[in-house]
């Protein structure tokens, strides 16, 4: 599987970004796909996934990022997006989406459970 993220950028606190994730050699329909993200000096954490639609397509978030982005896709497209809303300075990261043919029960919220990784895009929140 290859993956591609884009759609990164500077934008002031309050404001909106769409991150999306373009997917090759695997449809992402029928595996998990997860948004990560890592911010200078600190390890790589969770952010949101969402599961093959085999699995009802459910979505899970991180408590600091719950209320303010959504996780979804787009089949006809195989990408998948983050819509990340309400921006704050501590959301400043680099972000990265991954994919998975596992399969848990709630958040897949381990890095080390995705085998696949495209390329991180920079997020940059003015405060």
């Known amino acids: 599987v290859q993956l591609q993220a884009s759609g990164g950028g500077w934008v002031q606190a309050g404001g909106s970004l769409r991150l999306s994730c373009a997917a090759a050699?695997?449809?992402?329909?029928?595996?998990?796909t997860g948004w990560f993200r890592q911010a200078p000096g600190k390890e790589r954490e969770y952010v949101a996934d969402?599961?093959?639609?085999?699995?009802?397509?459910?979505?899970n978030y991180a408590d600091s990022v719950k209320g303010r982005f959504i996780i979804s896709r787009d089949t006809a497209k195989n990408t998948v997006y983050l819509q990340m809303n309400s921006l704050k300075s501590e959301d400043t990261a680099v972000y990265y989406c991954?994919?998975?043919?596992?399969?848990?029960?709630?958040?897949?919220?381990?890095?080390?459970?995705?085998?696949?990784w495209g390329q991180g895009t920079q997020v940059t929140v003015s405060s």
């Open positions: 991954a994919a998975t043919d596992r399969h848990v029960a709630g958040p897949m919220i381990r890095a080390d459970d995705y085998a696949y």
């Open positions: 050699g695997r449809t992402l329909s029928r595996i998990t």
């Open positions: 969402i599961r093959r639609s085999g699995s009802g397509g459910t979505t």
